[in-house]
């Protein structure tokens, strides 16, 4: 430790720096030696810890002898394992023994890199502080306007990151992931922090893959289960861990894992990942033994629907999220439109802003329209695709799908400019009913011209530029 002595310190005194004083031990906060200087000093002390093995009065932990571990050390956390015997002795003589050995008596549950640890299954109340978590998450987003598709992007990505490291180690309780669920739902459709029913679309149907007409969000139930059982896939063929060592010393011993039953004297969570057997069973598909991730076992976990139509849409489509958000609601038909609001038992007038010659229908609002006719016709002149006419909603969207299949530039044309133009349409409608303006159909498609130059790949942009 010579080499720490070279720190010196001054201590400002009445804003003045008194003399520097040479420090006799310790480094400065931050001190990028220290890091080093710590695993040195780990390294020593596992190595006088494992001499502990050859010492014939040394009392393993009931649970490490087979395997001779005496400690384990993660990071800057230190387990110590050693069978102490405090029987017949009285609280104060024990507590005398633990003060006199610089120890605090421990007891399970205890928290270890951040998630509770305890042999019974987990109670609410342990599970709480994820909820928290992502409460306060959402909390500092609500101030925020994003639209649906931003949501489901902060949905995805922060939100299920949180819950996914404990959803790898615990099975989560039903109640659980029920509620995580419904801060994401509530999140995703009204961008508040407090749970609400009023949504677009089931959840269930969010969760499918985008083929199957979802967004492709994480089913958490099913992700739980995929993970739980990918442990205990690792259990069955990586043996060279010492967790799973220690599973097979104490628990699989000389049988087949794959028909031993239950351990019933393990601990809540090694039975889980045994139950996980069954998941394992019921996979369609062999898994490839190298390359196995949680996805490979979740995607087949998931139920299978059929596909949908309308998924070349969704598919490498350059337009705005928020504008393929917008669709995806209308290809679903579950626009608010106003003969839905009138279904629902709300009374207004039902006739259409754009042209005010019509209901408003989604067949009307996206075809028929007149408005909404003179909007397509400028940008099929532009995009030079004047086979599709939009006069009866089923058969121009038919058409649509038609032409927008497969990779060429004029077919990735097309399909985000359709979206666009859906986005557009659906936007000026709103813009008129609550904010009482209102553009003209040439601006509109000034607008999806311009998206779709700015936003297209360079094959694309080469069919633009000669248009
Ligand atoms: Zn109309």
Known sequence: MA??????????LNGESAEPFNAAKGLRQGDPM??????????YLSRLLKGLKQDKQFKYHPRCSKLGITHLCFADDLLLFVRVYCGGMDPMQKAAVIQALSYTEGQLPFKYLGVPLDTKKLSILQLQPLI?????????????K??????AQLVQTVLFAIQSYWAQLFTLPVQIVKLIEAYCRSYLWSGGNVLTKKLLLAWEKVCLPKSVGGLNLTNLQVWNSAAIAKTYWDLTHKQDKLWIKWIHAYYVKRQRIDDMSIPQSASWMIRKIFEAKQIINQLHRPLDEQTIIIKHIYLQLIPIHSKMDWRCLMFQNNARPKAIF????????????????????????????LCQADKETREHLFAECAYANRLWTRLSQ?????SIVPNIWIQYFQLIIHHSKGKTASAMLLKMMYVEYIYVLWRERNTRI???ASREHEALAREVVSMCYFRADKKVKGLIQNL
Do not use: P
Request: glycine residues 6%; hydrophobic residues 45%; contains cysteine.
């Open 3 to 12: 080499c720490v002595t070279i720190v010196n310190c001054s201590i400002l």
């Open 34 to 43: 220290s890091s080093f200087l710590f695993a040195i000093a780990m390294e």
């Open 132 to 144: 928290t978590k992502m409460v306060a998450k959402i909390t500092s987003w609500t101030a925020k």
């Open 146 to 151: 994003l639209s649906y598709a931003g949501r």
């Open 326 to 353: 917008t669709m995806w609601i209308q290809n679903h038909g579950r626009l608010l439109t106003k003969d839905r609001l009138k279904r629902w038992g709300l009374h207004m007038d039902e006739t259409c802003v």
């Open 382 to 386: 532009w995009a030079q695709v004047h």
């Open 434 to 436: 609550f904010e009482g």
